[in-house]
T-cell receptor, first 112, second 111 residues
Framework: SQTIHQWPATLVQPVGSPLSLECTVE??????LYWYRQAAGRGLQLLFY??????ISSEVPQNLSASRPQDRQFILSSKKLLLSDSGFYLC???????????FGNGTRLTVT | GNSVTQMEGPVTLSEEAFLTINCTYT??????LFWYVQYPGEGLQLLLK?????DKGSNKGFEATYRKETTSFHLEKGSVQVSDSAVYFC??????????FGAGTRLTVKP
């Protein structure tokens, strides 16, 4: 069966520090991969999605970036965090067109 | 473009009450429709889905019917429990890998 792992679960970082959140998927090949952000009490904001290695689409211009160095690995990064980057970050995968998303457990990021 | 609109919350019900959370969508083509549930501090879990018109998705006592004529996918449950307290998201996915979510509806069930 397919599983998705996302870490760390919680993270507290100072303003201006770098960020790296990692997500891996097991049990499937060539998944579509997604990064979402959820601000407190708000809905989901799609940040990045990827349909293959090295293929990244950005939905919202900001100081975050994403990379997909391997088929089942998706990394969210920032060189310098802002206070507004605080939130709950969710990684997800899907099997393709019309398929549901399967989410990781999320990373709660607090920028201080 | 595609979009999903769901009723604003929060919704507060007493245990064993009937639940309806409205969801309507706008899409070209024939999307698949989903309901997700998010418990506090966790990621989203797929609750149910429907892939074509008139399909009924069901799980854990929740149901939703894909209504193409009204472009709706309302979530219903006949008798809610305290453990159903969570945030519910309506979503659609189309043939172009475009996944759209509603804003979420927070449900609180009181004993």
């Amino acid at each position: 069966s397919q599983t998705i792992h996302q870490w760390p679960a919680t993270l507290v970082q100072p303003v201006g520090s770098p960020l790296s959140l990692e997500c891996t998927v097991e049990g499937t090949s060539n998944p579509n991969l997604y990064w979402y952000r959820q601000a407190a009490g708000r809905g989901l904001q799609l940040l990045f999605y990827s349909v293959g290695i090295g293929q990244i689409s950005s939905e919202v211009p900001q100081n975050l970036s994403a990379s997909r160095p391997q088929d089942r690995q998706f990394i969210l990064s920032s060189k310098k965090l802002l206070l507004s980057d605080s939130g709950f970050y969710l990684c997800a995968w899907s099997g393709g067109n019309n398929s549901p998303l399967h989410f990781g457990n999320g990373t709660r990021l607090t920028v201080t | 473009g595609n979009s999903v609109t769901q009723m604003e919350g929060p919704v507060t019900l007493s245990e064993e009450a009937f639940l309806t959370i409205n969801c309507t969508y706008t899409a070209t083509g024939y999307p698949s429709l989903f309901w997700y549930v998010q418990y506090p501090g966790e990621g989203l879990q797929l609750l149910l889905k429907a892939t074509k018109a008139d399909d009924k998705g069901s799980n854990k006592g929740f149901e939703a019917t894909y209504r193409k004529e009204t472009t709706s996918f309302h979530l219903e449950k006949g008798s809610v429990q305290v453990s159903d307290s969570a945030v519910y998201f309506c979503a659609l996915a189309d043939n172009n890998n475009d996944m759209r979510f509603g804003a979420g509806t927070r449900l609180t069930v009181k004993p």
